[in-house]
């Protein structure tokens, strides 16, 4: 079974600065997808980025960007020029694609992340 | 597009009630699933369904019963609620749970925050 690892249960940054989530994750399997998800304090999950495995670039979306590395199994999330809208809980979510796995996420255990004025 | 809706948004029951969780989706999506998120565990898997008629037990089925008459909608049913079940439950739904469309991104809902006393 996969597993997930977020080793950072709180992080904080000053807004306008950089910071990065950390995400390990454990799978024999050599395709499948990996997401962060984040969880505002209105609880809903918000798709914030995802990366295929395959693929060797690693995904950006706006100030958002992960460095995935596949042989270390890491998944870091690096969130750029910080806003105050960017304080969530994050989450790292990983999707098998094969046999009866791929129809779930499994979930890390979240990272709280606090954006200092 | 209201997207996925999940009511009610709060519920306290005592133990030994039921009651039924309900989610629905306007996005025509085949895959529809719950999680139970409690504190320190990230999101956990209960129950899923991958069509009209199909469903399936995800990683802590136990105490909660689903059924899928239609594509739209998909409710969670607690038949004898216990104090363990106390948490948050989200619905998500996507557009297939097989990856011809790669890395199908699941859109939760805004979640039901439960409470059994």
């Known amino acids: 079974a996969q597993t997930v690892t977020q080793s950072q249960p709180e992080m904080s940054v000053q807004e306008a600065e950089t910071v990065t989530l950390s995400c390990t994750y454990d799978?024999?399997?050599?395709?499948?997808?990996l997401f962060w998800y984040k969880q505002p304090p209105s609880r809903q999950m918000i798709l914030v980025i995802r990366?295929?495995?395959?693929?060797?670039q690693n995904a950006t979306e706006n100030r958002f960007s992960v460095n995935f590395q596949k042989a270390a199994k890491s998944f870091s999330l690096k969130i750029s020029d910080s806003q105050l809208g960017d304080a969530a809980m994050y989450f790292c979510?990983?999707?098998?694609?094969?046999?009866?796995?791929?129809?779930?996420?499994?979930f890390g255990k979240g990272t709280l992340l606090t954006v200092n004025p | 597009n209201a997207g996925v809706t999940q009511t009610p948004k709060f519920q306290v029951l005592k133990t030994g009630q039921s009651m039924t969780l309900q989610c629905a989706q306007d996005?025509?999506?085949?895959?529809m699933s719950w999680y139970r998120q409690d504190p320190g565990m990230g999101l956990r898997l209960i129950h899923y369904?991958?069509?009209?008629?199909?469903?399936d037990q995800g990683e802590v089925p136990n105490g909660y019963n689903v059924s899928r008459s239609t594509t739209e909608d998909f409710p969670l049913r607690l038949l004898s609620a216990a104090p363990s079940q106390t948490s948050v439950y989200f619905c998500?739904?996507?557009?297939?749970?097989?990856?011809?469309?790669?890395?199908?991104?699941?859109?939760f809902g805004p979640g039901t925050r439960l409470t059994v006393l």
């Open positions: 990366q295929e495995a395959y693929k060797q």
């Open positions: 369904s991958v069509g009209a008629g199909i469903t």
């Open positions: 998500a739904s996507s557009y297939s749970p097989v990856e011809e469309a790669r890395a199908d991104t699941q859109y």
């Open positions: 996005m025509n999506h085949e895959y």
């Open positions: 979510a990983y999707r098998s694609l094969s046999g009866g796995s791929n129809y779930k996420l499994t």
């Open positions: 799978t024999s399997e050599s395709d499948y997808y």
